[in-house]
């Protein structure tokens, strides 16, 4: 089976996304969930899966990794690394065409200023608009 990437950015208070869905090889994005309310995926999601975040503050932000560690699904630990460190090629990405991989983003204003930054970059213009 072909390697899929699915990404979700909603305000879900409730999981969308079930484990059940994802094949061996695929990739979620988890972008919505930003306060322990929401979340975007069920449980099932997680298990089994390499999981990554923008930062460890998501850890604490988000319901979408606070609902899980709370049951015992996985723990901060298990936390694969974070985007910095994958950026900075300190940490590996998938490790086999197999491995499924979430990436859980809460969003943070360094983020927002990298793409500012490289808006400005590409189109000076930009900055003026």
Avoid: N
């Amino acid at each position: 089976m072909a390697s899929t990437i699915d990404s979700c950015a909603t305000a879900a208070r409730e999981p969308l996304v079930r484990g059940r869905w994802l094949h061996a090889g695929c990739h979620l994005d988890l972008i919505g969930s930003f306060t322990p309310a929401m979340r975007e995926a069920d449980d099932d999601c997680f298990v089994g899966a390499a999981l990554y975040v923008d930062t460890r503050e998501a850890l604490h932000k988000s319901g979408e990794l606070l609902a899980p560690m709370a049951r015992g699904v996985f723990t901060a630990g298990d936390v694969r690394s974070t985007l910095e460190d994958l950026a900075r090629g300190q940490a590996t990405g998938r490790r086999s065409a197999q491995e499924r991989t979430i990436f859980k983003s809460v969003g943070t204003a360094l983020e927002d200023l990298a793409a500012a930054i490289l808006v400005c970059e590409r189109d000076p213009d930009a900055a003026r608009t």
